[in-house]
């Protein structure tokens, strides 16, 4: 019972990095603030979520536990809470986004 956990353990903590990983290749990869904001939110939780998830269950049931579950909570709260903040800014300065038409080969449209 013990290897199952430290095995289920391991395998939320290596999810939860391979998500972030992802989403910093995202933040990099992709072409505007709210394309790269969505590949940071949704991945941040995610994996945030999957590394406290297995520290909580290599933990066992000790305080250690109860302090992760708080800070996983609080990160649930305030996470998509930025990403709708940072969208918000974005949209009432006047950032558009980058469209990509079908036929183009270039992604940055021609505002010329």
């Given at each position: 019972?013990?290897?199952?956990?430290?095995?289920?353990?391991?395998?939320?903590?290596?999810?939860?990095?391979?998500?972030?990983?992802?989403?910093?290749?995202?933040?990099?990869?992709?072409?505007?603030?709210?394309?790269?904001?969505?590949?940071?939110?949704i991945?941040?939780?995610?994996?945030?979520?999957?590394?406290?998830?297995?520290?909580?269950?290599?933990?066992?049931?000790?305080?250690?536990?109860?302090?992760?579950?708080?800070?996983?909570?609080?990160?649930?709260?305030?996470?998509?809470?930025?990403?709708?903040?940072?969208?918000?800014?974005?949209?009432?300065?006047?950032?558009?986004?980058?469209?990509?038409?079908?036929d183009?080969?270039?992604?940055?449209?021609?505002?010329?």
């Amino acid at each position: 019972m013990e290897l199952a956990l430290h095995i289920l353990a391991w395998a939320m903590v290596l999810g939860g990095s391979a998500a972030i990983l992802i989403g910093g290749i995202g933040m990099l990869r992709f072409p505007d603030v709210y394309t790269r904001m969505h590949a940071a939110g949704i991945t941040d939780t995610m994996g945030a979520g999957l590394l406290l998830g297995g520290l909580m269950v290599h933990e066992g049931a000790t305080l250690v536990t109860v302090k992760l579950a708080l800070i996983l909570i609080f990160l649930f709260f305030t996470s998509p809470t930025s990403s709708f903040s940072l969208a918000h800014a974005a949209m009432t300065s006047g950032v558009e986004p980058v469209l990509r038409k079908p036929d183009d080969g270039d992604i940055r449209e021609d505002r010329s």
